[in-house]
């Protein structure tokens, strides 16, 4: 997320520019109106009379001050929501005074605006994901079919040829049968992390088991897995999330944790489904890189609440909480 925009240099907020010219004018309605009721009198002006107007002078503009805070603060608060707002951290509102003034009547309209905006990112989001997962099948598909077969071909007649072949011959066919095999298993991999056909196929649970035993792998990390087997059902954008919100939180703790194990939690907590990716490294910063802003626009998608955070035992929890209603859907 970039930092909150700065006010622009030599800019003066409204609430001290509207006090000090209260304050200007005040002093100045209390020399002329000594002036013109009695001018001689502010020559011999005593000291006990310069307090009590001195007093005066301070209460008025501690009420004035006051005054102004209550009318203006709203403004004050809008202002600073406006620099800090992060559409991927849905919620943020102005308070709204309960008094009636134009203060209330633009973070009314302020607040409003936030939800429209909320609402059409969270719609281009679904769309954006959706086509990027549309192009993921396809690809998946093409790898797996096309790419695939013409692998598994090239494989079947290395192997007829070494076997043909003597000496030297033999020798290079078979280990470029063996690069050939290597190749497909890789290209069958890229496949599946494009597109899990287990979660498709055999659900959530299943879909988590395949992709940390493909991570530990890969990696050489150990990882913990506590999946729970009776799940509240969720759509199959929700399942989709918490999937790729996994993905990319083990590819994170295998690129900067440091760690050498992983614990991949998956339960119901409540009216809520709970995935947790815990590591024991050094920790990470919660800063929104690519990978962390993805995850928050995944999790917007579905109303869900994205944490990332220092465990105080070391390393770093990824928490996302996905709501379920009644009836088995999540609920925007």
């Known amino acids: 997320m970039s930092p909150p925009s700065r006010p622009p240099r030599g800019y003066t907020p409204l609430f001290q520019r509207v006090a000090a010219t209260n304050a200007i004018l005040l002093v100045a309605a209390c020399v002329v109106t000594i002036l013109v009721i009695n001018p001689e009198k502010l020559s011999s002006f005593a000291l006990g009379e310069a307090l009590v107007l001195l007093a005066a002078l301070v209460l008025v503009a501690a009420i004035n001050l006051y005054l102004l805070r209550r009318a203006l603060g709203p403004l004050e608060a809008l202002t600073a929501l406006a620099r800090r707002v992060d559409l991927t951290r849905p919620g943020q509102r102005v308070p709204v005074s309960p008094y009636g003034s134009e203060a209330r009547e633009l973070a009314v309209t302020f607040n409003e605006m936030l939800e429209r905006l909320e609402s059409e990112r969270r719609e281009s989001t679904r769309r954006v994901l959706a086509a990027q997962e549309s192009e993921r099948l396809r690809i998946s598909r093409e790898l797996h079919d096309e790419v695939g077969q013409t692998l598994t071909a090239v494989l079947l007649q290395l192997g007829r040829s070494a076997k043909r072949a003597d000496g030297e011959l033999g020798r290079e066919l078979a280990e470029a049968q063996e690069t050939a095999r290597e190749t497909l298993e890789e290209v069958r991999r890229i496949s599946l992390e494009l597109r899990p056909e ?135």
């Open 198 to 332: 287990a979660l498709d196929d055999l659900g959530l649970g299943s879909a988590l088991v395949a992709l940390s035993e493909r991570f530990a792998q890969s990696t050489g990390l150990a990882v913990t897995r506590r999946l729970d087997r009776e799940l509240p059902p969720l759509g199959e954008e929700a399942e989709l999330v918490i999937y790729r919100v996994a993905q990319e939180a083990l590819t994170n703790a295998a690129r900067h944790s440091g760690s050498d194990s992983v614990e991949l939690v998956l339960a119901a907590d409540g009216d809520a489904v709970t995935l947790q990716v815990l590591d024991h490294g050094s920790g990470i910063d919660a800063v929104d890189g690519g990978g962390l802003r993805g995850m928050r626009e995944r999790a917007v998608l579905v109303g869900a609440e994205l944490v990332v955070r220092r465990r105080p035992e070391g390393g770093t929890e990824v928490r996302l909480d996905v709501p379920v209603e009644e009836d088995g859907e999540w609920s925007p």
